[in-house]
């Protein structure tokens, strides 16, 4: 089985700051890493994605994660924020088990500040 | 489009009644899974279906029931026995190997 631990429940940054929400997973065989980012009263949206190639993954609007087998982790960054990146974020993992259900972190609250 | 649908998005509740959220996709998935959202507690999986006609219990399956006899459709019933079933509902769907796309979630609140 596999699990997923997001370090920081919360994480407050002033606009235009750089930000890193981390994560860290555990499993036993090769995994599939994904971000979803939440905004209030919706869905989560898939934000990127790891499956294979290249370790560094990028979103659309500026996000960027990296794959780091040897330490385990999927960190999330973004070298300035805006105050529309305002939402909760959570890590997940996927890894062949009978199926590829995902495991997902409890998630991290990124508030910018104006 | 494609997508995966969730209504109604705001629902309410009395004690002692059954209510059923929807859930439909058009994405020909074949995984579906059903999830319950409170604050600080992430999302935690109620059920979830492989295939049609078939699914099984996640970690708080007590007080629920879904049913899944066709591949787009997939409804959560929120027994009388859920004792707190206040909270946000998330559905989504996953074709394998990939990840999850959710729905819109609904919002039930018991009066």
């Known amino acids: 089985a596999q699990s997923v631990t997001q370090l920081d429940s919360q994480v407050p940054v002033f606009e235009e700051a750089p930000v890193e929400l981390r994560c860290n997973y555990s499993?036993?065989?090769?995994?599939?890493l994904f971000w979803y980012v939440q905004y209030p009263n919706q869905g989560l949206q898939l934000l990127l994605k790891y499956l294979s190639g290249s370790t560094l993954v990028e979103s659309i609007n500026g996000f960027e994660a990296e794959f780091n087998k040897s330490q385990t982790s999927f960190h999330l960054r973004k070298p300035s924020v805006h105050i529309s990146d305002t939402a909760e974020y959570f890590c997940a993992v996927s890894a062949w088990a009978g199926s590829y259900q995902l495991t997902f972190g409890k998630g991290t609250k990124l508030s910018v500040i104006p | 489009d494609g997508g995966i649908t969730q209504s109604p998005k705001y629902l309410f509740r009395k004690e002692g009644q059954n209510v059923t959220l929807s859930c439909e996709q058009n994405?020909?998935?074949?995984?579906m899974y059903w999830y319950r959202q409170d604050p600080g507690q992430g999302l935690r999986l109620i059920y979830y279906?492989?295939?049609?006609?078939?699914?099984q219990k996640g970690d708080i399956a007590e007080g629920y029931s879904v049913s899944r006899e066709k591949k787009e459709s997939f409804p959560l019933t929120v027994t009388s026995a859920q004792k707190n079933p206040t909270a946000f509902y998330l559905c989504a769907s996953q074709t394998t190997g990939n990840g999850y796309t959710f729905g819109s979630g609904t919002r039930l609140t018991v009066v």
């Open positions: 994405l020909n998935h074949d995984a």
């Open positions: 279906s492989q295939i049609v006609n078939d699914f």
């Open positions: 499993s036993s065989v090769s995994v599939y």
